[in-house]
């Protein structure tokens, strides 16, 4: 069934770089949309991009352009979340979600309630 693991996290200073894994398995996931979420201490769930696997799209939210990159790893269903430039406000658990729908484009806003597949999550913190 499908199993989505992420991995990377760490502890590193404002201004440095982690990057986030997501291995998925058990679909061929053609179309769907890999998300990724993360949920700060005192803060609700926070979709932060996307990234559909026909390679029609991209999302970020507002705080994060121009410093998270989403990809894929080749045709492999490991996808990834490249974060640079990181501030201590990125502090969170961060989570990727699969919706198996087949997608053409992305959405212009991430629901959590729209992704049934979820990991465990991973802890990024940020140190100023």
């Known amino acids: 069934q499908v199993q989505l693991v992420e991995s990377g996290g760490g502890s590193v200073q404002a201004g440095g770089s982690l990057r986030l894994s997501c291995a998925a398995s058990?679909?061929?996931?053609?179309?769907?949309?890999i998300a990724w979420f993360r949920q700060a201490p005192g803060r609700q769930r926070e979709g932060v991009a996307v990234?559909?696997?026909?390679?029609?799209?991209?999302y970020y939210t507002d705080s994060v352009k121009g410093r998270f990159t989403v990809s894929r790893y080749n045709a492999e269903n490991t996808f990834y979340l490249e974060m640079n430039s990181l501030k201590p406000e990125d502090t969170a658990i961060y989570y990727c979600?699969?919706?198996?729908?087949?997608?053409?484009?992305?959405?212009?806003?991430?629901?959590?309630?729209?992704?049934?597949?979820w990991g465990q999550g991973t802890q990024v913190t940020v140190s100023s």
């Open positions: 979600a699969a919706d198996l729908r087949r997608w053409v484009g992305c959405p212009s806003r991430l629901e959590a309630r729209d992704f049934p597949y």
């Open positions: 058990g679909h061929t996931y053609s179309r769907s949309l």
């Open positions: 990234f559909n696997t026909g390679g029609d799209c991209t």
